[in-house]
């Protein structure tokens, strides 16, 4: 187990570091627990106890396979859960909190190597262990532990009532826990929404889009390209690779900050060419110089879509775009033993976005331009402060 571990070298620091730390002082651990709920324990004179249990977190990981095996035989295919759990080309990652790393790095690959490829199940081959298992660390709030008991939390469908959620998905993923904690601060949140997300990437979009919109009405008719033109498509091209790859590491941070970067290098280039005073002089190059930064951004709406898909869609559409980039997803009503429940469902084969360029067409109808991201005003870091305070319940 240590080996394997030491030579998962692509997974997050923090992660294998936590988990040899635990091996090196690793002792005997019950899988029973002294309960009268939960999983009987299937051996014989344990069965029909009721003051014994299985541990939850024993019971709970062996609930991916199972639940694979079941999702099986329900479409008639019996043996397909065999291609994710024992192919050799099969990549189980598992995403979670710190606090169950544990679980994931430790006794789930333990039960599959105990089970090993000679148990009935297995058919003498071997399950595949976790590829990667994927945890922040800890968020902390003002500089205090969240608390839902103590009421000292960001309630999500309250914070939508008052700010977008790309602005937060942003913060989250800038400026998150990803591998060490992490302390949110309102001013912290406010600073990063209106000097990054909007300065670099949100005025960009709005400000290209309108000026091409009120000068064009649609995606102009470019000339011929400059070398400067050449050099920009061709970065935010390679940014597919250079934003992709991290993001299959599970190094989310650095892939938004190298969309950022690639961001950048287009406001670079517009304050270098200027095409709103341009098109006053010599309509045909302001022509292009927008053609190719409208180009840009359709590239960047794909690149950011992950981190900000909702204002990613807002300007798929405003671009001219049709159907949904990400598919559409949905509450689902669903029924088993007589129990009904939600569940969160989608047409994901009808998405439209792929992760490569979409070449703009010439005389594509833009839509009615507006702003990406709303500007957050600083008296709002007092007002989250007050409410904050309101609710908090002294100890």
């Known amino acids: 187990m240590t080996d394997w571990i030491r030579q998962s070298e692509h997974w997050r620091p923090n992660v294998?570091?936590?988990?040899?730390?635990?091996?090196?002082?690793l002792k005997s651990r019950a899988i029973t627990r002294d309960l009268d709920w939960g999983v009987p324990v299937p051996v014989e004179g344990w069965a029909?106890?009721?003051?014994?249990?299985?541990?939850?977190w024993f019971d709970a990981v062996i609930g991916y396979l199972s639940a694979s095996i079941e999702w099986a035989r329900a479409t008639g295919d019996p043996d397909a859960w065999r291609g994710w759990?024992?192919?050799?080309?099969?990549?189980?990652?598992?995403?979670m909190g710190k606090d169950n790393i544990v679980f994931h790095t430790v006794i789930w690959p333990s039960i599959l190597l105990g089970y090993g490829a000679d148990g009935a199940l297995a058919h003498g081959r071997a399950f595949q262990l976790p590829y990667d298992v994927v945890a922040s660390e800890y968020l902390t709030m003002e500089g205090r532990k969240f608390s839902s008991s103590r009421d000292l939390a960001i309630y999500v469908d309250d914070f939508l009532t008052r700010y977008d959620p790309d602005a937060l998905?942003?913060?989250?993923?800038?400026?998150g826990p990803e591998t060490h904690d992490t302390d949110f601060t309102w001013s912290?949140?406010?600073?990063?929404t209106n000097d990054e997300l909007i300065a670099n990437w949100g005025n960009l979009a709005h400000r290209t889009i309108t000026t091409a919109y009120r000068n064009f009405g649609q995606v102009p008719t470019p000339g011929a390209l400059s070398a400067d033109d050449h050099a920009l498509l061709a970065n935010t091209q390679a940014a597919f690779g250079r934003v992709g790859a991290p993001i299959e590491a599970a190094r989310f941070r650095a892939a938004l900050a190298e969309a950022m970067d690639a961001s950048a290098g287009v406001n670079q280039y517009l304050t270098r060419h200027e095409p709103w005073k341009l098109v006053k002089t010599d309509r045909e190059r302001a022509g292009t110089v927008l053609y190719v930064a409208l180009q840009c951004i359709a590239d960047l709406r794909l690149l950011f879509a992950p981190f900000l898909?909702?204002?990613?869609?807002r300007l798929h559409e405003q671009l001219g775009f049709e159907g949904l980039i990400g598919g559409e997803v949905r509450l689902e009503s669903r029924s088993a033993d007589g129990s009904a429940h939600e569940v969160i469902a989608g047409d994901y084969k009808a998405a439209v976005g792929r992760w490569e360029r979409t070449v703009l067409q010439p005389g594509q109808r833009l839509g009615q331009p507006s702003a990406l991201f709303r500007k957050l005003e600083e008296d709002i870091i007092d007002s989250e402060l007050s409410r904050m305070a309101c609710r908090v319940t002294p100890t």
């Open 16 to 25: 294998r570091n936590f988990s040899l730390g635990l091996i090196a002082g």
């Open 169 to 175: 998905r942003y913060y989250l993923t800038a400026a």
């Open 309 to 313: 898909p909702f204002s990613s869609q």
């Open 48 to 56: 029909d106890r009721d003051d014994k249990r299985v541990y939850v």
């Open 85 to 95: 759990w024992q192919e050799p080309s099969s990549r189980h990652c598992y995403f």
């Open 188 to 192: 912290h949140f406010v600073q990063r």
